[in-house]
């Protein structure tokens, strides 16, 4: 029930998702899956609303999760975003790097594209091209490293019509994980590059898909609402 209701996508999602996910937990404390749904939901939620608590309860949650099944990366993942994006006291980069390390030596290809997005944060574009070109001349398919691709392209001004063709496999591959962006976040991107290419009609057709795949896409709406 939790999980379905988080995949609603409307504002009030997650906050109702999260007590059924924290009450399973509750019910099967040894239950690692269990555990890493409600953890990730509640570090969702926490960004959302930006309630301290709430994420401290998810961040224990992910990390008891690892202590019982450290092999799961998706759970890596969430919590090496979380120690990276929160504010202090909650974020540490140590603890980052230690997430980022571990999951480097577990899947070397999934820590190479998270690597990307740290230099594309970095403003190191050069950087980030290189090993997204890496890890696509190793995996072609590889969701996250298209993704990550277009998104660097997005953010440097660069290598467009390329980020777009990145882009636009995307959209024919499913999400590699949970934790990577869905199909409505890739159209987005998609309007975001077309707009940048002077391509205005285009760059409609694809926030209108966002929004149909995802109504509550506050940027697609913004950037269509702009357009119009």
């Excluded at 998270?114 to 190191?124: G, N, R, S, W």
Aim: proline residues 6%; charged residues 25%; glycine residues 8%.
């Amino acid at each position: 029930l939790g999980l379905t209701l988080s995949k609603r996508g409307d504002a009030h999602a997650l906050e109702e998702a999260v007590p059924w996910l924290e009450k399973a937990s509750r019910l099967a404390p040894a239950n690692a899956g269990y555990l890493a749904d409600y953890g990730g939901t509640a570090l969702q939620l926490a960004a959302q609303s930006h309630a301290f608590g709430t994420a401290l309860r998810g961040r224990d949650a992910m990390e008891r999760s690892l202590v019982l099944d450290p092999a799961n990366l998706d759970a890596r993942e969430g919590l090496y975003r979380f120690y990276l994006e929160a504010p202090w006291p909650l974020g540490s980069s140590a603890k980052a790097r230690a997430q980022l390390e571990e999951i480097r030596r577990r899947d070397p290809d999934r820590g190479t594209v998270l690597e990307i997005a740290a230099k594309a944060d970095a403003k190191d574009y050069a950087g980030a091209f290189a090993l997204a070109d890496q890890a696509r001349s190793r995996r072609p398919d590889d969701y996250a490293a298209l993704y990550q691709y277009g998104r660097v392209a997005l953010a440097s001004g660069t290598n467009l019509e390329r980020g777009l063709d990145c882009l636009r496999k995307c959209q024919t591959l499913p999400p590699s994980s949970p934790a990577q962006p869905g199909h409505a976040v890739v159209w987005s991107r998609i309007g975001a590059l077309q707009e940048k290419l002077g391509h205005p009609a285009e760059a409609r057709i694809a926030y209108e898909s966002a929004l149909r795949l995802d109504p509550a896409n506050g940027p697609a709406a913004a950037a269509l609402a702009r357009l119009k």
